[in-house]
């Protein structure tokens, strides 16, 4: 009995893609309005508009970047443009 104890590379690899794309829309939530609930306190210190817009802009581009970057790994992961399970779904 031939039992392997850890998962192939390519497996893992493809399961962590997969949890990527998953939480890189919440890792956006926190970072567009993580820093406003924090900044904005009671103290009133909120810091000048264009200073925002450019924090804003920034954290735009790069999960522009990040989505772009998941997208050609998962498109190399899964290469007959199948992407099972990336949903919760099987394709059929």
């Known amino acids: 009995m031939n039992r392997r104890l850890f998962l192939e590379r390519r497996t893992y690899r493809r399961n962590r893609l997969q949890d990527a794309a998953r939480l890189a829309p919440i890792l956006g939530v926190l970072l567009f309005f993580?820093?406003?609930?924090?900044?904005t306190s009671d103290t009133g210190v909120g810091g000048s508009t264009s200073g925002w817009l450019v924090y804003f802009l920034g954290v735009w581009l790069a999960l522009v970047v990040l989505a772009g970057v998941l997208s050609a790994a998962i498109g190399r992961a899964f290469p007959g443009g199948s992407a099972e399970g990336l949903d919760g779904q099987e394709d059929g």
Not at 34 to 39: D, R
């Open 34 to 39: 993580g820093p406003v609930f924090i900044l």
